[in-house]
């Protein structure tokens, strides 16, 4: 397993009214390829504020994100975007498809960003979506599907462009327990993959076993790490 | 991503189909309302227009319009064909009168007076009847609204009329532009206008007069004016008076000018109001494509497309109701005869529109484009 992330003296602080608020104290960590990573916390524990500057969609304060040897907030704005389309997929809690589109249309975002053709963009959506096992609602719009096909169509967005860190917020929120365990196992596999990462926001204990390794953090910093799930939860 | 600008926006249907009424309400609006405001300002020089051939009106100094002049004395027929590089000059009277029709009504109507001999001063085109049957007795020619005015079951060719208690009969309908009062015209031969009009001193309203062959016509008119002490318009100059004097003296601009203001206002409203609604609606989908890696110059190309999509539909089918209103107002009522859309129209229309969609899309776009992609998480 080697380094994918290396997340070094990551402050970051927010301005409120006059003042500033500082989030996150200092984070370092690491997560290795291979891993499937959980960060787990109470809300405003910062979970998400640093998920979203390992994902390079949010600016640190202070503090350095190397993601597969690329200092990303070295990069330009134009860079960074792009870097984040090669390397990064993301799935949202609220899936955040766009209602108008097919599912094969969804999942073929990243592709057609990335200056793909759109024929054969839709049609590596649809293939995946055959993989995730509803190729058979690849016509219908997210409205015509449930909840946890809806998730599927994203994380196939997430997916499609073969990225090699995929963050994900909650992926398993809003499923049952069963399309939740599904989610996951096809996340593992992701994962597994050599030179892949996966992190994880979640709040959901059904699917703590299947971690690698889980973060936990508390007022901004990590106050555990380890593969057990932390006591509370 | 255009495609997928363009999914995005056709796919919410009602608020693709209330964009598209907002641009073509305003489209509408505007085409429409531009449309009768210059048709009807060309009507007020449309008198001039009519006669074709004379290129110079000559008028006492204080006239302004076909309408608005006084009455010269006979000799200035005279004295405007002794200016050199006249080719000829003939006499014109217009003035009010009033008809009692064959069922008792009274009916105000302008006399029109032409050159016995030349009939210059009488539309070229024939409804119903000869050129020729002006010289019969008490003849007089009707223009084609004027007829339907008073005739509405046909049959004005043929009727006495009592003008200005003088027996008249319509031996003609003229093809004529109504003027901007769209009174009834009557035309009749100058001598026999000089009878049914009342008897004052003076009775010649216009000379009208042709520049020699090789004379430019706005120096005649000046020679004219200079020699004889008149006023002497060109052709192009007295139509544009007449424009002139509609817009100076009438309340039209003004209330033209609210209206395609309202229709401005009330796009830009509906447009604006629709278009931040669908951005809203749509802000978590910018956020999320934002944060996949689609860079801001491709967010802008997105809005770009779907304001330019909503800017060029709605646009085209307000330009083709509005082109409709025309054309069926045109060929079905007298209200409308004779209008025309100038090109003009349709290119502010478009300006409009572009700045119309220019405004609200730069609004929708700010807030697309201030949308961190790390809201998507949030």
């Given at each position: 397993m080697s380094e994918a992330i290396r997340v070094?003296?990551?402050?970051?602080?927010?301005?409120?009214?006059?003042?500033?608020?500082?989030?996150?104290?200092?984070?370092?960590?690491?997560?290795?390829?291979?891993?499937?990573?959980?960060?787990?916390?109470?809300?405003?524990?910062g979970k998400t504020t640093l998920i979203s500057i390992i994902a390079g969609i949010l600016y640190p304060t202070a503090g350095r994100v190397s993601v597969f040897g690329t200092d990303i907030y070295d990069l330009s704005d134009n860079q960074l975007v792009r870097f984040r389309l090669q390397t990064i997929g993301?799935?949202?809690?609220?899936?955040?498809?766009?209602?108008?589109?097919?599912?094969?249309?969804?999942?073929?975002?990243p592709l057609v960003a990335a200056g793909m053709r759109r024929a054969e963009a839709v049609d590596r959506g649809r293939a995946l979506l055959e993989r995730l096992n509803i190729?058979?609602?690849?016509?219908?719009?997210?409205?015509?599907?449930?909840?946890?096909?809806?998730?599927?169509?994203?994380?196939?967005?997430?997916?499609?462009?073969?990225?090699?860190?995929?963050?994900?917020?909650?992926?398993?929120?809003?499923?049952?327990?069963?399309?939740?365990?599904?989610?996951?196992?096809?996340?593992?596999?992701?994962?597994?993959?050599?030179?892949?990462?996966?992190?994880?926001v979640t709040h959901d204990n059904r699917i703590f076993d299947l971690a690698d390794r889980i973060l936990q953090m508390e007022d901004g910093r990590i106050t555990r790490d380890g593969k057990q799930m932390p006591e509370g939860h | 991503m255009g495609w997928i600008a363009i999914r995005m926006l056709t796919g919410d249907r009602v608020k693709f189909i209330g964009l598209l009424f907002g641009v073509a309400f305003s489209t509408l609006l505007i085409t429409q309302q531009l449309t009768i405001f210059v048709n009807l300002l060309l009507r007020g020089a449309a008198p001039v227009n009519e006669v074709s051939t004379?290129?110079?009106?000559?008028?006492?100094?204080?006239?302004?319009?076909?309408?608005?002049?006084?009455?010269?004395?006979?000799?200035?027929?005279?004295?405007?064909?002794?200016?050199?590089?006249?080719?000829?000059?003939?006499?014109?009277?217009?003035?009010?009168?009033?008809?009692?029709?064959?069922?008792?009504?009274?009916?105000?109507?302008?006399?029109?007076?032409?050159?016995?001999?030349?009939?210059?001063?009488?539309?070229?085109?024939?409804?119903?009847?000869?050129?020729?049957?002006?010289?019969?007795?008490?003849?007089?020619?009707?223009?084609?609204?004027?007829?339907?005015?008073l005739f509405e079951q046909g049959g004005a060719v043929g009727t006495r009329l009592e003008l200005n208690d003088q027996r008249a009969v319509i031996r003609g309908i003229?093809?004529?532009?109504?003027?901007?009062?769209?009174?009834?015209?009557?035309?009749?031969?100058?001598?026999?206008?000089?009878?049914?009009?009342?008897?004052?001193?003076?009775?010649?309203?216009?000379?009208?007069?042709?520049?020699?062959?090789?004379?430019?016509?706005?120096?005649?008119?000046?020679?004219?004016?200079?020699?004889?002490?008149?006023?002497?318009?060109?052709?192009?100059?007295?139509?544009?008076?007449?424009?002139?004097?509609?817009?100076?003296?009438?309340?039209?601009?003004?209330?033209?000018?609210?209206?395609?203001?309202?229709?401005?206002?009330?796009?830009?409203?509906?447009?604006?109001?629709?278009?931040?609604?669908f951005i809203r609606d749509n802000i978590k989908q910018f956020g999320a494509l934002k944060a996949i890696g689609v860079n801001n110059n491709e967010i802008r190309l997105m809005v770009a497309a779907q304001a330019g999509l909503v800017g060029l539909i709605g646009y085209g089918v307000g330009l083709a109701m509005a082109v409709a209103f025309v054309f069926v107002g045109a060929a079905t009522g007298d209200a409308f005869k004779g209008f025309y859309m100038p090109w003009e129209i349709p290119v502010i229309a478009a300006v409009v529109v572009l700045v119309m969609i220019l405004l609200t899309g730069l609004i929708a776009l700010r807030s697309v484009l201030r949308t961190e992609p790390a809201e998507v998480f949030r």
């Open positions: 070094e003296g990551i402050v970051k602080e927010f301005p409120v009214g006059d003042t500033r608020i500082r989030v996150l104290h200092g984070i370092d960590v690491d997560v290795n390829s291979g891993e499937l990573t959980y960060l787990v916390g109470e809300s405003g524990s993301f799935i949202f809690q609220q899936y955040n498809l766009i209602p108008t589109l097919t599912a094969a249309e969804n999942a073929a975002v190729g058979d609602q690849a016509e219908k719009l997210p409205r015509q599907l449930s909840g946890g096909q809806q998730q599927r169509v994203a994380i196939a967005r997430a997916l499609v462009h073969e990225p090699r860190l995929v963050v994900c917020d909650e992926p398993t929120a809003a499923l049952d327990a069963k399309s939740g365990r599904r989610v996951m196992d096809l996340l593992r596999e992701v994962a597994l993959a050599s030179e892949r990462a996966v992190i994880i | 004379a290129d110079i009106w000559v008028m006492d100094p204080s006239g302004r319009t076909t309408d608005v002049t006084l009455a010269l004395p006979s000799t200035a027929l005279e004295r405007v064909r002794g200016v050199p590089g006249v080719l000829w000059a003939a006499p014109l009277i217009r003035s009010g009168a009033t008809v009692r029709t064959p069922e008792g009504d009274l009916e105000p109507v302008s006399v029109i007076g032409v050159d016995d001999a030349t009939l210059i001063g009488l539309p070229r085109r024939m409804v119903e009847g000869s050129r020729d049957a002006l010289a019969e007795p008490d003849a007089v020619f009707i223009d084609d609204v004027g007829s339907r005015k003229v093809d004529a532009d109504p003027s901007f009062t769209s009174t009834v015209i009557l035309y009749t031969r100058y001598s026999n206008a000089l009878n049914y009009l009342p008897g004052t001193r003076n009775r010649l309203s216009f000379v009208l007069a042709r520049s020699a062959p090789g004379q430019d016509a706005k120096a005649v008119a000046t020679r004219i004016e200079r020699e004889t002490g008149l006023r002497a318009r060109t052709k192009p100059e007295f139509a544009r008076d007449g424009i002139d004097y509609i817009i100076e003296n009438t309340g039209i601009p003004i209330n033209f000018g609210i209206t395609v203001a309202l229709g401005f206002i009330v796009g830009v409203a509906i447009v604006g109001l629709t278009f931040s609604l």
